[in-house]
């Protein structure tokens, strides 16, 4: 079973930057991508980006640019470096274990609980 442990989430003002933080334990992980996904009130979840787990990776084209994601196989943990943060990109931001090597759109896998980003303006 697969465990996530988000953080990093926060209140910032426009034009900022936050880290997220995302730790995984379980068993295969070095087999698996990992994603970040985020979903904003009454919008179902979309994906803002994944690594694979021989750390290429992908962003969702809303997000090329301003969004980093990065992987650290030895400690199971993904990272996504939000930069130029908007007040549209208010969300809750949440990390996936993809159920394999890369990730789908809709996101299939183990998913953490969220941490929630707030951008003011």
């Known amino acids: 079973q697969v465990q996530l442990v988000e953080s990093g989430g926060g209140l910032v003002q426009a034009g900022g930057s936050l880290r997220l933080s995302c730790a995984a334990s379980g068993s295969d992980l070095s087999l698996r991508g990992m994603g970040w996904y985020r979903q904003t009130s009454g919008n179902k979840r979309e994906m803002v980006a994944y690594i694979t787990n021989g750390a290429t990776a992908y962003y969702g084209d809303s997000f090329k640019g301003r969004f980093t994601i990065s992987r650290d196989n030895a400690k199971n943990t993904i990272y996504l470096e939000l930069t130029s943060l908007k007040p549209e990109d208010t969300a809750v931001y949440f990390c996936?274990?993809?159920?394999?090597?890369?990730?789908?759109?809709?996101?299939?896998?183990?998913w953490g609980q969220g941490t929630q980003v707030t951008v003011s303006s």
């Open positions: 996936l274990v993809c159920s394999r090597y890369r990730c789908s759109a809709d996101g299939v896998g183990d």
